[in-house]
DNA sequence: TGCCAAAGTGGCAGTCTCTGTCATATAATT
DNA sequence: AATTATATGACAGAGACTGCCACTTTGGCA
């Protein structure tokens, strides 16, 4: 792999990155490096809406968001990325649990914890909160941005896995472990699609709620699970 | 859209619909599609398997298998397709499991035992156990075809929970029964992925027994669910 | 303050994916 | 055997993405 290739990597919003909490000194460069990725994505998003994903082509979105195709590519590695990549603040999700499970907390209340702490500051921010419905319709109607979306799950998954592991030694039960974070990941997007949904209807729903709901319905359902299939 | 784009999406593979099960007459243009469907198949997992999937192109493919990249296309819609659509033979596993579900039995128990059928199955007949360890091996180390993994799955979902609510009317709690599919098909790949992983090691593993471990484990943790959180 | 190295940007060429179209060939139907 | 429905390959063309290079801007640092 060259150097270029490296440095480009760096760069380049492969999954979900947005150093939300890191408090650093952030000089110019990186105030706008973060307008430009918000830029691109409102962009992103607006045009998905009006036209369609398969209908908006890179350059549309660079044209919108004032740059060249070449530097789109900088910003996002695909046009999927640049409204799936800080889909909801997932950086934050990650670094709570990644923190918290490192800190020696239960693996599932790390992540359901850095969940809720989402959800209530996504109710409190009305900003954030009407993107996220913007993105979370999108990524239900197109079909590429909910591949999209799934993969970028999947690989926050393993980086939580690894996390545990870490943590907890080789002793722990690695299977379950990504057992269960993926469950519970899954059930966080579908109590998103569902409050996605309910709130196009007019109704109006918390994620948290869904959240609960549905685990408790799961909950219900599990006790059998200890039983032996057939 | 066109008429030839119709005809065209009725034989292309957009997610995994071998007819396994349609026991037609089935005449010489139907066998030479699923041979062509096969060869191909084969062709990407061999050069997938010693060139990685970003390396092959989708002419190499074409090439390998003996025809033109036009009709490549008219067979799989995306090179990770030609590994993914048949990818286990999930198409049996859907029929069953709809046919149960309309059927009127319970929608964990009729897509459980559609996936238990497919294991037996499996270890019934080496070669499938062969191709099949194969490409679970691809998928796990090929983020892309990760990523189409995923997507496959989640459109397998939505058929199931349509198939669900048809089945038992409006009435039908949809969110559950959804994350109920998603957590058994989900805990069915991770069981596969295991079962690689193990196979792998020079182990002998039952892709069954994994995936009843799972589901124990699964239900442990559960059962503390429908304690409300927090 | 002024200079230098590091980093960002745009343009261009080139590869690869994927689609529409059409002429040709092969199976299915009657 | 004649007709029709499908499959195939070749070609053209749009769009996605990458490497490369010239040029500009930013962030120290003397």
Redesign the pocket.
């Known amino acids: 792999?060259?150097e270029?290739?490296t440095?480009?990597a760096?760069?380049?919003i492969s999954m979900n990155q947005l150093p939300v909490l890191t408090a650093a000194?952030m000089?110019?460069?990186?105030?706008?490096?973060r307008d430009?990725l918000r830029e691109v994505s409102n962009a992103a998003i607006e045009l998905f809406e009006r036209n369609g994903v398969?209908e908006?082509?890179?350059?549309?979105i660079?044209e919108t968001a004032?740059?060249?195709?070449?530097?789109?590519?900088?910003?996002y590695?695909?046009?999927?990325?640049a409204v799936c990549a800080c889909d909801v603040g997932l950086g934050t999700v990650m670094e709570r649990a990644v923190a918290a499970i490192r800190a020696g907390a239960p693996v599932v209340a790390a992540l359901e914890d850095a969940w809720m702490r989402l959800f209530d500051e996504l109710d409190a921010s009305p900003e954030e909160h009407r993107r996220t419905l913007r993105v979370r319709r999108l990524v239900q109607s197109e079909p590429t941005l909910l591949a999209r979306t799934l993969a970028n799950e999947a690989e926050r998954i393993e980086e939580l896995t690894a996390a545990a592991v870490d943590a907890a030694g080789p002793g722990i039960d690695v299977l379950t472990a990504r057992a269960l974070f993926t469950v519970i990941s899954t059930t966080t997007r579908l109590a998103f699609d569902e409050w996605a949904r309910r709130v196009e209807k007019g109704a109006d729903a918390s994620v948290r709620d869904i959240y609960l709901d549905l685990r408790r319905g799961l909950g219900t359902y599990a006790k059998h699970l200890t039983d032996d299939l057939r």
């Open positions: 792999m060259t270029t290739a440095l480009a760096r760069y380049t000194p000089g110019l460069r990186e105030r706008r490096r430009t398969t908006t082509t890179v350059d549309d660079a004032g740059i060249s195709q070449r530097t789109f590519f900088r910003y590695s695909t046009k999927e990325q």
